[in-house]
C-alpha cells in the first residue's frame, strides 16, 4: 500500500513537471511555426521558463470577483486538477506499482466527471461571459464523449480487454490505426475537441467571449486550470498512441517508446492550433451528431459482426 502511494504521488509530480515543458514546447513551436523566437530570454535558451511563469502566477495576488459563489469558485480549479491527474493512475507502465484491470471503464467515468469542473468555474465566476463560455464547454464535451466511447470500442474489440495492459500488448505487432486509419483519424479530432483545443477552443473563444469560462480567474486558480488542461492533453495523446498506436516492438523499452508517439500526439495538437481557423458551432455540432457518430456505429457493427463471425466459424 505504501510503495502504491509513493509510486502514484511520483508519477503525479512527474507528470506536472513533463506537463510543465510541454506548455515550453507549445511556445517555442508556436514561434517557429510564426517564423520568431520563442521564450528565450529565461536562463539557457529560455529551458527554465515554464518554472519562472509557475512562479509568477503562483505568486500574483488573487482577485475575488465581489459577485461570486465563492466556494465553487475555488474548489472548480482544485476538482479539475484531481480529477486530470487520477486519469494518469491508469498509465500502463511496467514499474507502475498498481494496474487496474477495468482501465477503459474507470476513465470513462473519470473523464465524463471533468465537465462539471468547468461548468462550476463558468457558473461560481457569476459573469455572462463566463457562464457562455461553460455553457458551449460542456455541450461539446459531451456531444464528443459520445463518439470517444463508440471510437474506443473497436479497439476493445480488438483486444477484447478493458485493461490497458493488454490493450498496449494487443497492438504488438498490428497497429489497430493501421488496420482502421479513418476510425483513428476520427477520434484524434474527437479529443481535440473533448480537450478543447483549437480548432475547437469555443469554450475559450477570444474574440466574442474574451477568454469564456476562466475569465475571472488569475494567479493561482489560472495556473490549476492552465495545469489541468494540459495534463489532459498529454493524457489524450497517451490514450491515442495506446489504443490505435500500442505496442513496443522491443519488449526492454516499452516505456521509451510510448514517450516518443505521446510526444507526436502531443505536437500535433500545437500543430494544429498554429495552422486551423476556428470552425462554428453549429458546424462542430455537425460534425459529431451527423458525420462522426453515423461513421463509428457503421463501423463497429461491421467490426463486431467480422469478429463474431470469424469466432463462430
Known sequence: MVLSVISSVITYVLMLL??????????????????RKGPNKVGLMGLPQPLADAAKLLTKEMVNPILANLFPYFFAPILSLILALLLWQLYPSEYFMTSIFWGILLFLCI?????????????????????????????????????LSLIMLFSLCVSSSFSFLEINMSNEFMW??????????IWYVSTLAETNRAP???????SEIVSGFNIEYSAGGFALIFMAEYTSILFMSMMSSLLFFGGSFFIFNSDIIMYFKMLFFSFVFVWARATLPRLRYDLLMN???????????????????????????
Open 18 to 35: 513533463g506537463m510543465a515543458f510541454f506548455t515550453l514546447l507549445e511556445r517555442k513551436g508556436l514561434g517557429y511555426f510564426q517564423i
Open 111 to 147: 473523464s465524463s466527471l471533468n465537465v462539471y469542473g468547468t461548468l462550476v468555474a463558468g457558473w461560481s465566476s457569476n459573469s455572462k461571459y463566463s457562464l457562455l463560455g461553460s455553457l458551449r464547454a460542456v455541450a461539446q464535451t459531451i456531444s464528443y464523449e459520445v463518439s
Open 176 to 185: 489497430v490505426g493501421m488496420l482502421m486509419f479513418p476510425i483513428g483519424l
Open 200 to 206: 475547437f477552443d469555443f469554450a475559450e473563444g477570444e
Open 287 to 313: 460534425l459529431t451528431w451527423k458525420c462522426f457518430l453515423p461513421i463509428s456505429l457503421s463501423g463497429l457493427i461491421f467490426v463486431c459482426g467480422n469478429k463474431f463471425l470469424i469466432e463462430l466459424f
